[in-house]
Each structure stands twice: as C-alpha cells, then as structure tokens.
C-alpha cells in the first residue's frame, strides 16, 4: 500500500488526497486528529494522526463493528455524513450522522483515537446533519447542526433538553447554511458555517456572538472562503474546521476538489482534505492561499510511518486504507480462508448491486498503478475502479477468459474479451493522463484496463475516458475507489499493489 504522502521538503495539498471529505480536526498536546465522512462504506469515519498538520497517518476508524453502523439500507453517498471530533474532560467524542434507515445521529466516545470506540448513543433530539458538540465555561454542552440551529445535549446520553433554536442562516440568498463549527475563542463565541452547496459555489462564512447560544453577528467579509467562479487548481472549497498549529498560529482543514480535463472540468478523487493559513483581522478570521504548494512551514516536520505499496495479506486484520461497500462480514471477506490471501465469497451480486462483495482502496493520485494477483478457479471476480453501483469500470476473470465491463449510469457494456491460461492471473489498472492533444471536450484521465504477462509486460485491453467517473457525471459525494470484487462463489486475492505514477 502506498504512503498516504510522501515526506517533502515542502509540504503539499491536500494534505489528505483522495476521498477524504468534511474533514473535522482537533489537537491533543503535541498530536492532532482528524476525521472524515465515509458514506456507504465500512469501516466507517476514518480517522487520522499527524503532529505537523501535513502528514496524516491512518489509525482506524471510529465504527468499525457492524451493529455501530447499519449501512444496508444505505444508498450510495447516503450513510455517514460530516463528523465532529472533539477532545473534552479526558475523551474523545465524536458525533456524526448516518443518513441511512436505522440511523439518525449518534455519538460515540473513546479514550485512546485508535480505538476501542463505544457503541452509539442516539442523539433522536437533534433536528438536523453535520452535528457540532461544544463545551461552555460550565460545561454545559452545546449541539449545533446544518440549518443552522442548535439544542442543549447531554452527549453521554444523547438527550437534548429544550427546544431547538435558529441561530444563523448565513448570508441571505444562499441555499445550504450547514457543516456548523462553534468556537470560543478570546473574547467572542465563532460559528463558522459552509455555504453555497458542496460543488462549486462551495464557501465558508462566520458569525460572532458573546454567548454560545447567540446573537450572532456576521462578519462583513463573507464569505471569507470560496472559490466560485475563478480558475483556480483547487475547487468546492469548503465546509472547514479550525485548529490552532504547534506554534499558536491558526489553520484550517476543508475539504475541495481538483478537477481535470477540459471544461467544465472532471474530479474523480472525490472531495479531498485541504489544509490554509488563517490570519486574524479586527477579531475576525482571514483565511489565505488554499495552494497546492503550502508556504513553509515554522515548525518540524514528522512525515509519520509510511505504509507499504504492496500487501501481501499476511495479517490477521486488514490495514485501515481498506473499505468495503456497506458491511465486512468475515463469511464474504477474510485473510484466514487461506492464509497470505485475501477470499472474497460473492453474495451472488454484482458491482451492480448495493450488496456488492467489494474491498478496496482510494485512488488518491491523478496517476496512478493498482495490480492484483487473482485466483478465480473457484468462482468469477476482479478488480473495479468504483465510483458507485451505476458508475464502475471492472476486468474480471472467469474460466479462461477475462472481460472488461464499463457500466455508465443505465449503459452496461462488455468492451473486451481475451483468453487467459488456467491459473492465477495478475490484473491491472492504469490511470493516466489523456494524451495530447488537449482541448475543451478532453476528459480528466484515461483508466486502462488488462493483464500482466509472465514476463511482466502489460496487455492493455482497455482504454476507458475517467470523465464517466467523475462526481461531475455520476453525482454524489464519495470518490473513485479500486478494487477487489467477487462476482461469483470464492476468489482469492495473493496480493494487490498500488503505485502513484508521474504525471
Ligand atoms: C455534508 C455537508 C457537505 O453533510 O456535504 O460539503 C455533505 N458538505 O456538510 C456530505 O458530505
């Protein structure tokens, strides 16, 4: 498996690639976390490490057992929107909602961020997505949620008590007030709220008050974060959280897109998490460059350990990177069927289905290489480049011949079909830029499919335009995801490897 970063001179944005999205951050002494939404996919709210805000190493995920995260009924992007996580009296808490039938908002706590989480505490009370909890000086506990409004809570119960109350709608006339943050800071209690919707008119504004319950006043610069309508690298910049760096100055994690190709321009990592300098002016915040390249940075840093390109399947468990679509149930997914393995036993669905048997990874580079060495004498499976059910590019091995589907909203289609030898065959994926020449109508990224030889050389069997895995055609929240997936009965994985490539 490849590092999430790679350790620089200087760093770079996002400082989290690849779908990472409503990143929500907060500092522990010298140490940093940082959570994530996650969507139909399980383990659920991925979490982070860093000590320099640049570096983020994966250390699991807040719902990591299935009766903490019922996602069957889950529609793709539906499932867990939006975490908060905070630091408050010893613990960790995070809140979060799952959009999908059974769930509603839920809290749960930890000692240690790598887990053991607690089961969920429902919060049915809380009217609204994207819940903030915060503490007042008496510690009495404030929820706040997209809308924006807010209700008392007793976040070890879930219980709310009064009545909820609108606080702020951001600035009139713009639709999707939401992802609120509350902060004390100095003098003043700070709202901070994403605006605009999650595509382009994405923004941040903010609001000052005396009291965590309001009145708020806005600030006169809203939005003091947004890229709409410039030509800027990184867009949908948006739905932030504050924290203070190693040396007191004031950052801000967000999330935002980077979109290739011709116009209107194609994403396909999905929204990433983004890292900016933030000034203070007259008791408001000013928020800098969101730049690829971030300015130096004044304190040390700790690139963090760096997780290996390749697994071999040989722990019990699997490495945090790797999600599942909607549950992981050992019976379908397992690295003890046969030891050094990966087995996936297929429910009989297809990557069509929302039961899909599926395990993979975020593509998170432009360019990039993913491989797996597949077994498939048992059953019929292979590996996808997955954006959704209605969205997936797959070669898959079954008998001796393999095929390369593309499945484009109601489109389904087999491209190519081509003869293996019995036995176990090496699948790849190359995603690379288109090649020249550029004009407004070229797609972001060329995804071609094939197999390896026994002398290493690649047979390319597929040339597919990414655009049609892009959030820009398919909708929704997530980010291209690639893959190992059964189809049919059981198919064993040997290894999966993954490369960012130049370019
Ligand atoms: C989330 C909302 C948003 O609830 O997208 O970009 C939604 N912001 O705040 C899903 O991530």
Redesign the pocket.
Known sequence: MPPLHQPHERPTNPVIPGFH??PSVCRVGDDYYLAC?SFEYFPGVPLFHSRDLVHWTPIGHALDRPEQLPLAEASSSGGI??PTLRHHDGRFWLMVTNCSEGGGNLIVTATDPAGPWSDPVWAPGVPG??PDLVWDEDGTCWCTV?GVSQVRIDPSTGQTYGTPHSLWSGRPGTKAP??PHLYRIGEYWYLLI?EGG?ERC?GVSIARGRTPAGPFEPCPDNPILTHRGTDHPVQNT??ADLVQGPDGSWWMVL?GVRPGGGTPGWHVLG?ETFLAPVTWVDDWPVVGEVALDLPELPWPLYPGPVEEQRDDFELAGLRPSWISVRDRPAEHCTTKARPGWLTLRARGSSLDEPDVVFTGRRQQHPACRARTLVDAAEGSGGLAVRLDERHHYAIEVSGTQVHVTARVGSLRTVVATHPVPAGPVILGVTITAPPPPHGPCTGPDVVSLGVEQPDCTFTELAALDGRYLSTEVAGG?TGRVIGMYAAQDTVHFDWFDYAPLKG
Do not use: K, Q, V
């Open positions: 999205p409503d939404s929107y939006a997505i994207d997209a939401e992802a994403a999650t994405h948006g739905h999330l929204r929240f």
